[in-house]
């Protein structure tokens, strides 16, 4: 089973989601830290190679998780948000691009 780093706030943000949606997310991230795949994603090729958005959904709205897994050493979560609008804000996806940037320059330092 991979580890799973959150990013950022993105953990923080996580713990903002109501429970049932919390509840639900943990699942699913759960689900890919086991080499799953979630019950409802889709690739975020905008954000970059690999990366994921898990989507959740509960009586409060929709809910989710963007992450890339495709590393090895960890399952990484690059942000979680409730979703507002039918497609994702500009927002929501730089801040997923630039945490990505981040962890991307930061790999080569870190041990295999």
Same mark, same amino acid.
């Given at each position: 089973?991979?580890?799973v780093?959150?990013?950022g706030?993105?953990l923080?943000?996580?713990r903002?989601?109501?429970?049932s949606?919390?509840?639900?997310?943990?699942h699913?991230?759960d &689900? %890919?830290q086991?080499?799953?795949e979630?019950?409802?994603?889709?690739?975020?090729?905008?954000?970059?190679?690999? %990366?994921?958005?898990?989507?959740? &959904?509960?009586?409060?709205?929709?809910?989710?998780?963007?992450?890339?897994?495709?590393?090895?050493?960890?399952?990484?979560?690059?942000?979680?948000?409730?979703k507002?609008?039918?497609?994702?804000?500009?927002?929501?996806?730089?801040?997923?691009?630039?945490?990505?940037?981040?962890?991307?320059a930061? &790999?080569?330092? &870190?041990?295999?």
């Open positions: 089973m991979k580890e780093e959150f990013l706030a993105s923080d943000d996580l903002q989601f109501p429970l949606a919390r509840r639900a997310m943990g699913q991230i &689900r %890919v086991n080499g799953l979630p019950d409802d994603w889709k690739p975020m090729p905008g954000i970059g190679s690999g %990366v994921r958005e898990i989507r959740v &959904r509960d009586e409060a709205g929709a809910w989710r998780t963007i992450y890339i897994a495709k590393l090895p050493e960890a399952v990484y979560v690059l942000h979680c948000f409730q507002k609008t039918p497609k994702t804000s500009k927002t929501d996806i730089e801040l997923a691009r630039t945490r990505l940037a981040e962890l991307l930061q &790999r080569p330092r &870190r041990k295999p």
